[in-house]
T-cell receptor
């Protein structure tokens, strides 16, 4: 089955530690995205990538970093510089040309930093 | 920059009745795409319906339909015969035709369905 996987579903870290969230897709999509969602809030874009080895900052990139070494993978690192990292993180992908253009989402990772 | 506004933070509907969720957006472009996503308690985002701006006909998907008013920049979602499983957060989203890789989301509407 084609889709997006995010692991782990729940992640706990101590303050001051960097943590990497995994996102893998087998949909052959060019574009991938990371969003942050706080309780009762909408989605805020952290980073997005249109193609391998290229990515752009979204609206709240400070304290986060990404890489896109493979088309299928777009890991997000939450660094110790992120002041309030506890949140729900959603990864998404979409086709860049042709098709119906919607985003497909992974199941999300709930990160708790104490 | 494009903005998407959902003015109803929370709504309630009786089971089997009809409810309409509103969404407005601001854009200077003429060609774009609009979406409604559902986020149930599991938090998995699910596409409900999509609309291409160049199409005048309103999209429908079973019990879900939209009222797309391009001049008014309005994109409301109508849910007919509401079911308990429809209870969720609903997000309206906009994607520009000319920058495929940028989506804009509204703040969401929480829909409660009463039995």
């Amino acid at each position: 089955d084609g889709g997006i996987t995010q692991s782990p579903k729940y992640l706990f870290r101590k303050e001051g530690q960097n943590v990497t969230l995994s996102c893998e897709q087998n949909l052959n999509h060019d574009a991938m995205y990371w969003y942050r969602q706080d309780p009762g809030q909408g989605l805020r874009l952290i980073y997005y990538s249109q193609i391998v080895n290229d990515f752009q900052k979204g609206d709240i990139a400070e304290g986060y970093s990404v890489s896109r070494e493979k088309k299928e993978s777009f890991p997000l690192t939450v660094t110790s510089a992120q002041k309030n990292p506890t949140a729900f993180y959603l990864c998404a992908s979409s086709i860049s040309s042709g098709g119906t253009y919607e985003q497909y989402f992974g199941p999300g990772t709930r990160l708790t930093v104490t | 920059a494009q903005t998407v506004t959902q003015s109803q933070p929370e709504m309630s509907v009786q089971e089997a009745e009809t409810v309409t969720l509103s969404c407005t957006y601001d854009t200077s472009e003429s060609d774009y795409y609009l979406f409604w996503y559902k986020q149930p308690p599991s938090r998995q985002m699910i596409l409900v319906i999509r609309q291409e701006a160049y199409k005048q006909q309103n999209a429908t998907e079973n019990r879900f339909s939209v009222n797309f008013q391009k001049a008014a920049k309005s994109f409301s979602l109508k849910i007919s015969d509401s079911q308990l499983g429809d209870a969720a957060m609903y997000f309206c989203a906009y994607r520009t035709r000319y920058n495929f890789n940028k989506f804009y989301f509204g703040s969401g509407t929480k829909l409660n369905v009463k039995p």
